[in-house]
Nanobody, 114 residues
Framework: QVQFVESGGGLAQPGGSLRLSCEVS???????MGWYRQAPGKEREFVAR???????IYADSVKGRFTISRINTKNTAYLQMNSLKPEDTAVYFC?????????WGQGTQVTVSS
């Protein structure tokens, strides 16, 4: 059974930083992980992804500001968010691509406001 533990969301001021963490249990192998977000009234959108070989992919809207990383031997991923903007406000969802299926975490709220 795949289980997620997400943490690190909260309130930040514009220009500030937050770090999200996501730990997935239920598999002994390491799989690609990622982050998506959904703002109020908007569709869920891709944020970043990290493959098993440390290859990273970013949405243009966060490139240069967000960094995705992981622990190599575990299904644990992080999203370091710097230079936050009000438009980054959303619920952030961790994902893992496991056995041809994508599993989603419960989400953590990030609010950027002065």
């Amino acid at each position: 059974q795949v289980q997620f533990v997400e943490s690190g969301g909260g309130l930040a001021q514009p220009g500030g930083s937050l770090r999200l963490s996501c730990e997935v249990s239920g598999s002994a192998r390491v799989y690609p992980m990622g982050w998506y977000r959904q703002a109020p009234g908007k569709e869920r959108e891709f944020v970043a992804r990290i493959l098993s070989g440390e290859v990273t992919i970013y949405a243009d809207s966060v490139k240069g500001r967000f960094t995705i990383s992981r622990i190599n031997t575990k299904n644990t991923a992080y999203l370091q968010m710097n230079s936050l903007k009000p438009e980054d406000t959303a619920v952030y969802f961790c994902t893992i691509d496991l056995a041809s299926s994508r599993y989603w975490g419960q989400g953590t709220q990030v609010t950027v406001s002065s």
